[in-house]
């Protein structure tokens, strides 16, 4: 029998990451009852992931590209002091009943801007002078506007963070599809223009990690 590493190795880093907490398994929890693709929340090692790096900026300004069921979006809070703001943009009301139940019983959530509508026309409307963390997580199709759309409003030493960056191992194909064609052509775009310092991380479905320079 072939050994299934990848779900394995999965599984073991999983079980040796701190918690998320009561919430976010929760959350995770209701997300994988109700909602039609769960597969697209970020999940435990993703979201510790997500919540060490905002820990390391402590952050004053966060835009979350594609809230979902707010599972990136609750975790990006945890480096926040009081000052803190997170703007998190989805195009879709569905899952707004399970967002905000989550984001109401959290205690930062007065810090929360929920916006819903497409990130594309939403982001230049935003009176934020500098982000401290982006992370776009929306229309795969997109991807390269919201990088065009904010790579100049990232502060010196502040984060992109891009998730599905493998897209399920895509990447690699010679005949790639419109979604695969455009991450690809970002995960190039971010590496060769020079603006951050990046590492692609096969985490998940691969997150890159880059820090302005
Ligand atoms: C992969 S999910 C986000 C998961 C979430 N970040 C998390 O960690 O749980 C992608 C989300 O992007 C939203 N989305 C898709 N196109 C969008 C757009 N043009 N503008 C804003 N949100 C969009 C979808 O409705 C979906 O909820």
Redo the contacts with the bound molecule.
């Keep these: 029998m072939v050994r299934n590493w990848i779900e394995e190795l999965s599984k073991y880093a999983d079980d040796h990451t701190s918690s998320e907490g009561d919430l976010l398994r929760e959350l995770e929890r209701k997300t994988y009852l109700s909602a039609l693709s769960p597969q697209?929340?970020?999940g435990k090692l993703q979201g510790r992931l997500l919540s060490m790096l905002s820990k390391l900026v402590q952050p004053n300004f966060v835009l979350?590209?594609?809230?979902?069921?707010g599972?990136?979006c609750i975790s990006l809070l945890d480096g926040f002091g009081e000052d803190g703001l997170m703007y998190t943009?989805?195009?879709?009301d569905d899952y707004e009943h399970i967002r905000s139940e989550f984001f109401n019983r959290h205690p930062k959530r007065g810090q929360i801007k929920q916006l819903l509508g497409?990130?594309?026309d939403i982001i230049p409307t935003l009176d934020v002078e500098a982000w401290d963390i982006v992370f776009i997580?929306?229309?795969k199709q997109?991807y390269l506007d919201y990088y065009q759309l904010v790579k100049n409003k990232i502060r010196k030493g502040g984060l992109l963070i891009v998730d599905n960056v493998l897209w399920s191992g895509k990447v690699l194909d010679s005949n790639k599809d419109l979604d695969t064609k455009i991450i690809d052509d970002l995960n190039k775009l971010i590496v060769n223009e020079g603006l951050f310092e990046t590492v692609l991380m096969p985490v998940r479905d691969g997150i890159s990690i880059s820090i302005k320079k």
């Design positions: 697209m929340l970020s979350d590209i594609g809230t979902f069921t599972y990136s943009i989805d195009v879709n497409n990130a594309i997580d929306a229309n997109a």
